[in-house]
Nanobody
Framework: QVQLVESGGRLVQAGDSLRLSCVASGGTFNSYALGWFRQAPGKVREFVAAISWNPDNTYYADGLSGRFTISKDNAKNTVGLQMNSLKPEDTAVYYC??????????????WGQGTQVTVSS
């Protein structure tokens, strides 16, 4: 069973950039994809981005690939989410997740505890 621990969330201003990080441990590292989801207050959790273990194939939610970039460091078992030009509507709890296929968000079933990102206007 993979364990996921996120970090990096904080309060920022609109237009700022922020990088989230997630450390994965346990499980078989080259057998699952890693991704990011987010949940805003009063809304359902939604997919943000995912990356396959090897090679680095990526998949993004519509409209986010121009501002968000997912990446990973295989040697450190970490996945990052670089977020640029942040908007107040990006405010949410961001969750790191592991799944069986990077391009199918439905396959993600292991979750971190989440990290809060708040974007003020």
């Amino acid at each position: 069973q993979v364990q996921l621990v996120e970090s990096g969330g904080r309060l920022v201003q609109a237009g700022d950039s922020l990088r989230l990080s997630c450390v994965a441990s346990g499980g078989t590292f080259n057998s699952y994809a890693l991704g990011w989801f987010r949940q805003a207050p009063g809304k359902v959790r939604e997919f943000v981005a995912a990356i396959s273990w090897n090679p680095d194939n990526t998949y993004y939610a519509d409209g986010l690939s121009g501002r968000f970039t997912i990446s990973k460091d295989n040697a450190k078992n970490t996945v990052g989410l670089q977020m640029n030009s942040l908007k107040p509507e990006d405010t949410a709890v961001y969750y790191c997740a592991a799944g069986s296929h990077y391009s199918d968000p439905r396959t993600f079933g292991s979750w971190g505890q989440g990290t809060q990102v708040t974007v003020s206007s």
